[in-house]
């Protein structure tokens, strides 16, 4: 269903009980999550704004309001500027171990793309020279992509690798995830350190993310290894948290 259609499902709610003990926003928000779940509304569907959907169902804006706003912290519908409230396929939880972004979506039959912003040979940084394990000023190749899932921007995703990678290609990182190309050359990533954490956007994240100015955003940064114990890459990424979020088990010592 294209997303630009408004889409309504008034057979879900023929029969909302109007008298019974259920509050009406859960009645709504149930039948929807169902619906979304099941595939009978898809992803990327476009509903109408929540004054269309009042005057179709008989109740106040705060009821849809508060139906729509649980799906919406559940990630099965987001709020994008200009186009509405759409449905996705649901947040996706990435386990904090060894995995990449692209095939995380993958395993959670999402469908990643990815549009690479910038791509340059440049002198690495101080701080990306240190975490590589480089000279300071040696050539690293540089990558600055856009992830999505389902058409809604999931993750912005800048990587330094060393100058032994410099020839991997803007088409490269479009087609597959960072991790399936290393793997393709015969890369064996072991080990990584791992920090994660929160910040607001700056720059232009809010434009890449579709979300609002000063909004939060989930933070990470790695340094993976190979099997020789060298630096393959050092990566800073920032996630919408209303898409995405992390998850441990904790085992008492």
């Known amino acids: 269903m294209p997303a630009e259609q408004p889409v309504w499902p008034d057979e879900l709610f023929a029969d909302l009980d ?110 990306v020279a240190d ?32 100058a032994d990678f410099s020839d991997i290609t803007r088409e490269q990182l479009e087609e597959r995830g960072l991790y399936q190309i290393l793997r393709g050359r015969g890369v064996a990533i072991r080990v990584a350190k791992q920090r994660i954490g929160a910040r607001r956007e700056h720059g232009d994240e809010a434009q890449l993310l579709d979300v609002d100015r000063g909004s939060p955003l989930l933070t990470m940064e790695r340094v993976a290894y190979d099997g020789s114990g060298h630096a393959v890459e050092f990566g800073r990424h920032c996630y919408r948290p209303d898409m995405y979020s992390f998850e441990t088990t904790l085992v008492a010592k």
């Open 18 to 127: 109007r008298t019974g003990p259920v509050p009406l926003y859960y009645q709504v928000s149930s039948r929807l999550e169902a619906a979304i779940r099941s595939g009978d509304i898809p992803a990327g569907a476009r509903l109408e704004n929540e004054i269309a959907i009042g005057h179709r169902l008989g109740l106040s804006r705060p009821t849809v309001r508060r139906a729509i706003q649980e799906l919406v912290d559940k990630g099965l519908l987001v709020r994008r500027r200009g186009i509405g409230t759409q449905v996705v396929q649901g947040q996706v939880t990435r386990q904090v171990e060894l995995t990449s972004l692209y095939e995380d979506l993958q395993n959670a039959h999402h469908e990643p793309t990815t549009r690479v912003i910038e791509r340059e040979i440049m002198p690495a940084p101080d701080e």
């Open 131 to 162: 975490r590589l394990g480089l000279a300071s000023g040696s050539d690293v190749l540089y990558v600055r992509r856009q992830r999505s899932t389902d058409g809604v921007p999931v993750a912005l995703l800048e990587n330094y690798l060393p």
